[in-house]
């Protein structure tokens, strides 16, 4: 149970970190600015830090599958629709989205941690948790910019939201 939030915690810490490998990709599809592409980046945390509250209490009132697994879907959702995008309004809403869905996986994987586990195994297992993601942030950088190479930032980000959907 435990693995579920933390492999959607490896892609939420590789979104973080996406806009640096596509940032020429993205001003030349949407003849943006830096000032863009700066927006793109601050809305993942927008939304990150404005549902981190929500997010517990979500996770504290429905439980973790359902919270995790809405929060998996919208951040799958939110990629999908940054890899469609048509327009900047979209592109940005995708990101939102990824990091509303994004807000869920830490701390469902700590709910996890400290309800299937003895609690002498909670700061391995939240060592272990953050470590997945430090290894997603890793993977949003070279891996993801030869994935970016073979199939495009739209084929990357449809790729990473059907991973993330399953």
Do not use: C
Not at 9 to 35: C, N, W, Y
Not at 63 to 80: D, K, N
Not at 142 to 149: D, F, G, Q, R
Request: hydrophobic share 60%.
């Amino acid at each position: 149970m435990w693995g579920i939030p933390a492999f959607l915690f490896f892609f939420a810490f590789l979104h973080r970190v996406a806009p640096g490998v596509i940032v020429k990709d993205i001003m030349q599809a949407f003849s943006a600015s830096g000032e863009l592409i700066g927006l793109l980046s601050a809305m993942y945390f927008y939304a990150y830090a404005g549902f981190m509250i929500p997010a517990g209490l979500l996770i504290d009132g429905f439980g973790v599958r359902r919270v995790v697994a809405a929060g998996g879907a919208v951040m799958g959702l939110g990629s999908l629709a940054m890899g469609l995008a048509a327009s900047e309004p979209v592109l940005m809403a995708g990101r939102f989205f990824i990091g509303m869905g994004a807000t869920v996986t830490f701390i469902g994987a700590l709910k996890v941690a400290a309800n299937w586990f003895p609690p002498s195994h909670f700061g391995t297992l939240s060592a272990v948790t953050a470590t997945v993601g430090v290894v997603g942030a890793l993977g949003g950088t070279a891996p993801l910019a030869a994935l970016v190479a073979l199939t495009g930032w739209r084929g990357a980000f449809t790729t990473i939201a059907v991973l993330t959907l399953l």
